[in-house]
């Protein structure tokens, strides 16, 4: 089965109840999965990255503004990470470390959370290198969720949010998956694109 509604209906309250929905996702999969290809995985945002995000969203869609809310609720998702009772494995595009998201102050502060948490228990971290060969065809970012009452796959669209819970579509979801971790780099190899990342950073300026 496949559900689809528009954002600006799963939103016309603002962002926090969404944001809340998500929370109670995260907190039932023991075991989730995300392939992210060009943002930050929304677990891993800094406040500041995520301020920028969630504005870009209501600013967007034209919903009622509480962004201050919703990165709260954001924020607090990232419990699960620290809980001791979770595990996430989460592939990022290289892309996902140069799109800029706030300005290079932002970009920084969130390259440095990267390299700090990614040695966390609950966290398996990979970077997919931009040139790097995947013996599957490019498809958008999308997340498993390993629920008690089922799985799910979820796409994060222009215009939607898409539910998958047919289990032989979550099947082909985690070969895909498989496929993307085959040829992403962990460990050293990922910590150094992230450092290459803040090194760009680094010396980016902020527009005058």
Not at 4 to 25: A, C, F, K, M, Y
Not at 75 to 93: F, K, N, P, T
Request: net charge negative.
């Amino acid at each position: 089965m496949t559900g689809l509604i528009p954002w600006q209906e799963r939103l016309s309250s603002g962002t926090e109840d969404i944001q809340d929905e998500v929370v109670h996702w995260y907190r039932q999969t023991r075991h989730g999965k995300a392939y992210v290809p060009a943002m930050i995985w929304g677990t891993l945002q800094t406040e500041a990255y995520a301020s920028v995000i969630l504005r870009k969203v209501v600013d967007f869609l034209g919903v009622p503004d509480d962004v201050a809310a919703g990165v709260a609720k954001r924020m607090e998702r990232q419990q699960v990470l620290y809980d001791g009772e979770h595990h996430y494995d989460v592939i990022l595009g290289e892309q996902a470390l140069y799109t800029n998201v706030g300005g290079p102050e932002v970009m920084r502060g969130q390259m440095e959370r990267l390299l700090r948490d990614i040695a966390l228990p609950s966290l398996t971290l990979g970077v997919l290198p931009t040139a790097a060969e995947v013996s599957v065809v490019p498809f958008p970012g999308f997340n498993l969720f390993n629920l008690y009452d089922g799985g799910r796959a979820h796409y994060e669209l222009v215009s939607s949010g898409v539910d998958i819970t047919d289990p032989d579509e979550l099947a082909l979801h985690e070969r895909a998956f498989g496929a993307l971790r085959s040829a992403a780099d962990y460990g050293d190899a990922a910590c150094a694109l992230i450092r290459k990342a803040l090194t760009y950073w680094n010396k980016a300026e902020a527009p005058s």
